[in-house]
């Protein structure tokens, strides 16, 4: 098990950007994936972005594709949500999330760590 601890949530106008980290206690295989899911109240924990350690892929919900950007700092061992142009809908609790699977998991299930959480609340 990877132990992670999200940080950067908080309240933003819409429009705004908020950057977002999720330090891991220690990065597992280069080709493994680790990223970002949310859930807002009411509803299902949906994928956001995923990336691998190495960096050589990452894939995006469609809701955030040219919006959000996932990026590592593999010496840190920490991973970065960079979320511009937020809409009120962007409002969740964002969670880091780490998988032993090979590929891009998007669903919950195939990760088997998770960070405690980070508020992202959007204004109107």
């Known amino acids: 098990q990877v132990q992670l601890v999200e940080s950067g949530g908080g309240l933003v106008q819409a429009g705004g950007s908020l950057r977002l980290s999720c330090v891991a206690s220690?990065?597992?295989?280069?080709?493994?994936?680790i990223g970002w899911f949310r859930q807002a109240p009411g509803k299902e924990r949906e994928f956001v972005a995923a990336?691998?350690?190495?960096?050589?892929?990452?894939y995006y919900a469609d809701s955030v594709k040219g919006r959000f950007t996932i990026s590592r700092d593999i010496a840190k061992n920490t991973v970065y949500l960079q979320m511009n142009s937020l809409k009120p809908e962007d409002t969740a609790i964002y969670y880091c999330?780490?998988?032993?699977?090979?590929?891009?998991?998007?669903?919950?299930?195939?990760?088997?760590?998770w960070g405690q959480g980070t508020q992202v609340t959007v204004s109107s």
């Open positions: 220690r990065r597992t295989f280069s080709n493994l994936p």
């Open positions: 999330a780490a998988s032993l699977r090979s590929g891009i998991p998007i669903v919950p299930y195939q990760y088997d760590s």
């Open positions: 990336t691998t350690w190495s960096g050589g892929t990452t």
